[in-house]
């Protein structure tokens, strides 16, 4: 992309490139209020927008994106501008924002600089040089845009599929039983057809059993293991499309028994890799990648996206207020370096076990990493929520945590909180929670702050 981008940069004439800046210069705030409001109108787009994100976010991200895109002059720039197009990709991906609506914002965005680059000082055929230019950077953008986006998208199908899976009880252990029992369903059955001498076709195949079905529609969204799935796929294809037709009957020609021998063990060696790599792609699906911490047993970080889109999407339907808290353990450096790291991690367990106590059923506690916590709190508003915030970290303060030697510590918390404004973007929301939670740390510890809105 950056070479395509250099290339419409070194082929366009410099008075049509300094022509189009110093329209967009001029104009950008204009296009920006033009582009929102004809997005407010669309009855689909205004469901994602409110009036406030539009005025106090989305136009200046418009004006900031509309020069990097059309003001450039080094590399590094343009590398800047691709960099731009990935992360609003990212954006409008965690945003549920349909991509189609963002192709209908850049169609109009050309309209409006094409239709104001034919009120220039440019020579007629220069004017048609400089519409072509600016179409193809902005085409160029949402490529690299959509390519972010889909990957993101795709991701996060994957992940939302996790936690289907997850929710509904997935029991990983019966799982691998399961699929490897059906694999070696699958070999016996074949080895018992060559037994009696029945014939094997096509039906045969291994992809067209109960395990290979499975793999095929199931295994690509409980493991994210481009390189396992791969090789699994490579192996039932090279027994379907080169072992099994050599063993096929229906042909009447049969085969040496040290031929058929050789098949077999092939087959064999097949299956039992297959069950290899099962296993480990199976061990590697700890609760750490399926939604658990291993450490403390709460949710880890991998559903929070789907937790908060779901309630975003909650609060755009029914305006239901949630929150978010975002929480860290004072000084938990100095009880590992005095205690120890199992010390700590019984700390970390025991806070754990403190948050799950303190909030109702209808709320979301994770290990965010390290000491951090967050909690995500359904259909609260602000003065429920430091209520809330205000009880867990009392709690905390107040309890003696047991640790090695019958030894006990205390622990405080500094807790950041953020509600939800209406913006589509989770990510917004995380980081002001954050903010907050620097701000309790910097205002002395052991305290709640609430994120400016």
């Known amino acids: 992309m950056i070479e395509q981008l250099l290339h419409e940069h070194d082929s366009t004439a410099d008075n049509i490139r300094n022509t189009l800046s110093a329209l967009i210069l001029r104009d950008k705030v204009t296009l920006a209020e033009i582009f929102y409001s004809a997005m407010l109108e669309d009855a689909e787009a205004s469901k994602l927008l409110s009036a406030k994100s539009v005025e106090s976010h989305l136009k200046p ?24 197009q990935r992360h609003v990709g990212e954006v409008h991906a965690r945003a549920d924002i349909p991509i189609k609506l963002v192709a209908r914002g850049m169609r109009l965005l050309k309209r409006e600089i094409n239709s104001r680059l034919v009120n220039t000082a440019l020579a007629a055929d220069e004017v048609v040089k400089a519409i072509l230019y600016a179409d193809r950077l902005i085409d160029i953008a949402f490529e690299e845009m959509s390519a972010a986006f889909v990957h993101s998208r795709d991701s996060g199908v994957k992940v939302d599929e996790g936690f289907r899976l997850f929710a509904a009880g997935q029991n990983l252990s019966l799982e691998r039983e399961k699929q490897v029992s059906a694999l070696l369903d699958w070999e016996n059955r074949i080895f ?3 037994a009696t001498e029945m014939p094997l076709d096509e039906s045969s195949a291994i992809e067209n059993s109960a395990f290979g079905l499975w793999f095929h529609h199931k295994a690509s969204l409980l493991f994210n293991e481009a390189d396992g799935l791969g090789m699994i796929d490579e192996i039932i294809r090279r027994i379907d499309h080169s072992i099994l037709p050599q063993l096929y009957h229906d042909s009447g020609q049969g085969l040496r028994p040290a031929e058929a021998r050789t098949l077999i063990k092939a087959i064999m060696a097949d299956v039992g890799h297959v069950r290899y790599l099962l296993g480990e ?85 994770f290990r965010y990493g390290g000491e951090e916590f967050l909690i ?17 970290r009392r709690c905390v303060e107040e309890v003696e945590i047991p640790i090695s030697n019958n030894r006990v510590v205390r622990v405080t918390l500094s807790i950041g909180l953020a509600g939800s404004d209406g913006h589509p973007d989770y990510q917004r929301l995380l980081d002001r929670a954050d903010k907050a939670l620097y701000a309790a740390k910097h205002a002395g510890r052991n305290r709640c702050v609430m994120a400016d809105e």
């Open 376 to 392: 995500v709190l359904a259909k609260v508003d602000q003065a429920q929520a430091q209520e809330i915030a205000e009880k867990v």
């Open 281 to 365: 792609m199976f061990e590697r699906l700890t609760d750490l990648d399926v939604g658990r911490d291993a450490l403390t047993h709460i949710f880890n970080r991998r559903f929070l996206p789907t937790i908060l889109k779901r309630e975003i999407a909650w609060n755009r339907k029914k305006g239901d207020p949630f929150h978010v808290l975002m929480l860290d353990i004072d000084y938990f450096k100095q009880v590992n370096d005095e205690y120890g790291h199992d010390s700590g991690d019984r700390v970390l367990q025991a806070v754990a076990g403190l948050l799950m106590n303190q909030v109702r059923a209808s709320d979301f506690v």
């Open 61 to 84: 991200g418009l004006c900031l994106w509309l020069r990097k895109l059309f003001c450039h002059d080094s590399r590094d720039e343009l590398k800047a501008v691709l960099a731009m």
């Open 192 to 194: 018992r057809a060559l």
